[in-house]
Nanobody
């Protein structure tokens, strides 16, 4: 499975960004897709995930502000990020799980200025 992430950038606090993650290759039976984020010196943390049936999970810090969605037909996932805060600044990594194996996309930088 190859994952291509896009959509990061620089935005002011309170603004919005939408991240996209497109899977290719052996995409059959991808169960989970989602996003982690990481800042220098800290561990990578789960931001949001969505399983193939549509059940979602969010980090407490983003609940009510971020929405994850998935297009199973196109093997893509999206992260709509609203009301962004400076503490959301990080490199965001999309991931996918297929047969209990986790695959990673390249990171995309999200920078929120105050």
């Amino acid at each position: 499975v190859q994952l291509q992430a896009s959509g990061g950038g620089l935005v002011q606090a309170g603004g919005s960004l939408r991240l996209s993650c497109a899977a290719s290759g052996s995409t059959f039976r991808i169960n989970v897709m989602g996003w982690y984020r990481q800042v220098p010196g800290k561990e990578r943390e789960l931001v949001a995930s969505i399983i193939s049936g549509g059940i979602t999970n969010y980090a407490d810090s983003v609940k009510g502000r971020f929405t994850i969605s998935r297009d199973n037909a196109n093997n893509s996932a999206y992260l709509q990020m609203n009301s962004l805060k400076p503490e959301d600044t990080a490199v965001y990594y999309c991931y996918a799980v297929r047969y209990r194996t986790k695959f990673w996309g390249q990171g995309t930088q999200v920078t929120v200025s105050s």
